[in-house]
């Protein structure tokens, strides 16, 4: 039978592991998106945009939307600076860039409600749920993105939507698959983990 002193002992060691965790996925999902986001180190990289993955994985691991506005005003800070690097402030930054927290937030929450524990019976139908979710939430993500672009930007003025559509159209495809390559890894290592975690458990109750 547990002591108070062995039961709050305990308890302070859970809390201190949840928030390393939390701190050590915050710096590894904050690394992935400078390094990745577009017209920064990711064209000298070869690497795709981790951005729309770094904020679903970021609502399925830190869940509170404080931190959501934390990694948003990380993605703004990277877009202003290598804005400023390239002397191109009006390519994107523009009246509409604000809508891009919608899809983001979108990804965020998506993240959120796909969260699951590797103990539970159907890890397929929570894998399965992911991937359908981040499907659904990264197409949220491109189609305001762009829509907002569009309407409110001020660049297209004498472009019908039609046209407009067509050559965006083509983006949507690679849009969406950037985020799956770094979801899909993040989650591996996340039921890798946790199974090495459950295994550890049994043991010591075993014993």
């Known amino acids: 039978m547990q002591t108070t002193s062995e039961f709050t002992s305990k308890t302070s060691n859970q809390k201190s592991v949840k928030q390393t965790a939390y701190w050590l996925i915050v710096v590894i999902l ?10 920064h ?57 604000p809508f891009l927290v919608v899809g983001y937030f979108a990804l965020w929450q998506t993240g959120k409600w796909c969260f699951f ?10 894998v399965t749920k992911n991937i359908v979710g981040l499907f659904i939430a990264s197409s949220i993500a ?11 930007s001020g660049k297209f003025p004498d472009l019908s939507w039609m046209q407009y559509s067509t050559r965006v159209a083509k983006y949507y495809f690679p849009y969406i698959q950037s ?28 014993k």
């Open 41 to 97: 180190f990711a064209s000298a990289l070869h690497l795709p945009s981790a951005s729309l993955a770094v904020f679903f994985l970021g609502g399925f691991f830190l869940k509170t939307n404080k931190t959501f506005w934390g990694f948003f005003a990380l993605s703004v800070s990277i877009d202003l600076a290598s804005s400023y690097a390239r002397g191109a402030f009006g390519d994107c930054i523009t009246v509409s860039y």
């Open 117 to 126: 524990n590797v103990d539970q019976k159907n890890i397929a139908l929570a």
């Open 142 to 152: 491109f189609f305001t993105s762009n829509a907002s672009y569009y309407f409110i």
């Open 179 to 206: 985020p799956f390559l770094y979801v899909i890894l993040g989650l591996a290592i996340y039921c890798i983990f946790s199974q090495i975690k459950l295994l550890k458990s049994d043991q010591i109750n075993v």
């Open 30 to 39: 904050s690394v992935l998106m400078i390094m990745t986001r577009p017209y």
